[in-house]
């Protein structure tokens, strides 16, 4: 079987790939004998097993037609998901197969396969793109920063002055009761006792601000909006009104760069602890920056799509999005329930994380599909090979995708590889110390 037409068709809501495929005349007689061979197999009254001629065989399915409508569903089954999976054709749901003249012994047949896919959207330029990076060796700024953050991670509390009035950075311990509009106690923050660190995330900024300045002693009443910010869904949708008692306002001490501070540190002195934070800097970034350039190599090309994307490939890749996830919470012994009352995500914010992300990925493939097609060479059989490089038998694994009829995918995933790796290795890079 081949392929001889293939024809693109778009309308208002999608894009559809039609093919029209032909089985050879030796491919329908083989077929036909095969099928026939097969309702042979049955019993057939007057005749003995295997023996009954072709005509009582066809009057069994209901005559010569429905006999040939077997041959061509037979056809389609065995080879037709193979030739569409061959010419490297991705249906985004299951294709619908068409049969307009039935098969002949001696003759050519023919049948099309009709389908959604994904759209071939174009760039506005082809040119390798310019991008910025971090230097690729630790800089004294990033190590100077290193050795801070190790100085901030071993802070202690001191308990300030009773007029001292709160500034950022500084801890106020409350007790503290959250109400919603309704009067109604904030779960977990009903006259409970709480040190919070004035802007830090781990209460609304709005909230933090209102205790700015405050003392010792102070009782602070204020309303804030627990929805004006992400990640705050669990104090409520709306206006929260806050009683927060000042008990005491703590400031926050850090070590002195000393000996000590290293030795807690694993190293040995300070010296040593510039040392180690410059191999692990230099360590990470050999790591991280790879995948940087990746990924920054890409948002600028993405910028260049020349259309938007359209509305059905969007709701398909949403789909798939949410499907993965649901999967790995599956996997992980859990549900959606559990997940959004664990990470205190409501199911508007989780729809739009999913979004989001649909967003991302749909972006990202159809730039790199796009790349591919303009600047990469084909994939070849040694790309493949390549991918599986690392499995213990990589030609079992080709073969298994081949024989589930999934090595388009495959070749999809390749050939977006090869097409990063373009991004990559033409971009022009910019060094500067962010």
């Given amino acids: 079987m081949k392929v001889i037409d293939k024809i693109r068709e778009t309308d208002e809501d999608a894009q559809e790939l039609v093919l029209t495929i032909e089985a050879s005349a ?21 005749f003995r097993k295997g023996k009954a001629p072709r005509e009582v065989l066809e009057n069994s399915v209901g005559g010569h037609a429905k006999a040939m409508g077997g041959v061509a569903e037979k056809l389609i089954n065995e080879k037709g998901f193979e030739v569409v999976d061959n010419e490297g054709v991705i249906y985004l749901s299951e294709p619908e197969f068409n049969v307009e003249v039935q098969p002949e012994d001696g003759k050519p047949f023919q049948f099309t396969v009709s389908g ?27 190590v100077e920063r290193q050795i801070q953050n190790l100085r901030e991670y071993y802070y202690t509390l001191e308990v300030a002055e009773a007029d001292y009035a709160a500034e950022r ?24 006792k709480r040190m919070i660190e004035l802007g830090a995330s781990t209460m609304p900024q709005e909230f933090t601000a209102a205790l700015l300045g405050c003392k010792a002693g102070e009782q602070h009443t204020f309303t804030f909006d627990a929805s004006a910010e992400e990640g705050y869904s669990h104090l409520g949708s709306g206006p929260v009104t806050a009683n927060a008692e000042v008990l005491d306002v703590r400031k ?31 360590k990470d970034k050999r790591e991280q920056l790879p995948r940087v350039m990746e990924d920054r190599a890409l948002v600028a090309a993405s910028q260049r799509l020349a259309e938007d994307i359209p509305g059905y490939y969007m709701t398909f890749v949403r789909g798939r999005v949410q499907n993965e996830f649901m999967d790995r919470l599956q996997k992980d012994g859990s549900n959606l329930q559990d997940f959004l009352l664990n990470n205190g995500v409501d199911g508007e914010k ?31 059989q040694a790309d493949l090979e390549a991918y599986f490089s690392g499995t213990d038998d990589v030609e079992d694994m080709l073969k298994s995708w081949k024989e589930a009829h999934h090595e388009s995918n495959l070749r999809e995933t390749v050939a977006r590889a090869k097409a990063s790796s373009w991004l990559v290795d033409t971009a022009e890079v910019t060094v500067v110390e962010d």
């Fill in 252 to 282: 926050k001490i850090l070590p002195p760069l000393d000996d000590d501070l290293a030795i807690k540190s694993g190293a040995v002195d300070v010296a040593d602890l510039y040392k180690m934070v410059r191999i692990n800097i230099n």
């Fill in 169 to 192: 950075g500084d801890f106020v311990n409350v007790q503290l009761t959250l109400e919603t509009e309704n009067g109604i106690p904030v779960r977990g923050f009903n006259d409970v």
């Fill in 350 to 380: 989780f729809q739009k994380d999913i979004a989001d992300q649909a967003i991302y990925r749909a972006t990202r493939d159809l730039t790199l599909d796009a790349i591919y097609r303009h600047n990469c060479e084909e994939v070849t």
């Fill in 26 to 46: 030796q491919e329908v007689d083989k077929t036909i004998k095969a099928f026939l061979k097969e309702l042979n197999q049955r019993e057939h009254e007057g």
């Fill in 116 to 142: 959604v896919v994904k759209p071939e959207l174009e760039l506005t330029s082809y040119d390798p793109v310019t991008i910025e990076m971090p230097p690729d060796k630790a800089t004294d700024a990033e």
